[in-house]
């Protein structure tokens, strides 16, 4: 049986000698009755893009001078809800926050956490307001080169082809998996998935992807952290992080759905 190891294969890509193809070019070439020899190839790329609502982002910026407000309660970021914490922030005027990617602004539920990422990676200044736990509210702005620090992690990413939703009701149904009413009567379909391009449906036995795997996450390096939150062998997940200030904004965003924003990521796996 023929082998190459990582190792091997990397050395090849730092002296620019590795051949890269895509799992697109690749998969033509097999059903064209053109594939490339085992030693002709050194690296299949990967990818897919869509809604992924396991998305969560890390952030730490300041908010005010230290001294201003004892403790922050609540936070809003462009009306958008984030929780604060974990990690204490008494009379630092800085705070921790976990913002989820299918967070609803309480002024506009259209706009959500995706579109809020998407807003931050693009430089726009994101109004902030705290509540303070004595019922003070502060109110400031920031902005990508004011935030401290910014970690995504997706807990749930690059399923293996979605399942399809149909509607068998007699009424048009609104839901997440649909960016208009699902019309009912078995009218209409929705789907979510990449087939040939998706990295899990081109491991299926596991054999590459994995905890410690290098990714790009929104086209930022990122790590496999392991499995992702409902995973199976059937359908497989996982989960990811990387640096968000490293994202690249036509990567990432919301998307409209028939229940308010949702979140999309973009994962590309070697």
Not at 118 to 146: F, H, M, Q, R, Y
Not at 173 to 197: H, Q, Y
Not at 228 to 238: A, F, H, M, Q
């Amino acid at each position: 049986m023929k082998e190459r190891t990582i190792d091997q294969i990397n050395k090849k890509i730092e002296n620019n000698e590795a051949n890269i193809y895509t799992a697109e070019e690749f998969k033509k070439l097999i059903k064209e009755d053109n594939a490339p020899d085992f030693e002709e190839v050194d690296v299949v790329t990967t990818g897919t893009c869509g809604v992924m609502s396991g998305t969560a982002a890390i952030f730490n910026f300041t908010v005010s001078k230290p001294g201003v407000f004892m403790r922050a309660k609540n936070i809003y970021l462009n009306g958008v809800p984030a929780n604060i914490g974990p990690c204490p922030n008494e009379w630092l005027g800085s705070v921790d926050l976990i913002l989820h990617g299918t967070s609803k602004s309480l002024e506009d539920p259209s706009y959500g956490g995706g579109f809020l990422l998407k807003d931050i990676l693009e430089g726009k200044d994101i109004d902030v307001k705290v509540e303070a736990i004595n019922g003070d509210i502060i109110e400031s702005t920031t902005n990508i080169d004011e935030i401290t620090r910014a970690q995504m992690i997706g807990t749930r990413m690059a399923f293996k082809n979605y399942t399809a939703f149909v509607n068998p009701s007699a009424e048009p149904v609104s839901s997440i998996f649909s960016a208009i009413p699902l019309e009912g009567n078995l009218k209409g379909l929705t789907f979510s998935g990449c087939g040939d391009l998706n990295p899990l449906q081109n491991d299926p036995n596991n054999l590459i992807i994995g905890n410690g795997t290098r990714v790009l996450l929104n086209g930022a390096e990122a790590i496999v952290l392991g499995q992702g939150t409902r995973s199976s062998p059937e359908k497989p997940n996982l989960m990811v992080s990387g640096n968000l200030k490293d994202m690249e904004a036509n990567y990432v965003g919301g998307f409209k759905t028939g229940e308010g924003g949702e979140v999309y990521d973009t994962l590309a796996i070697p």
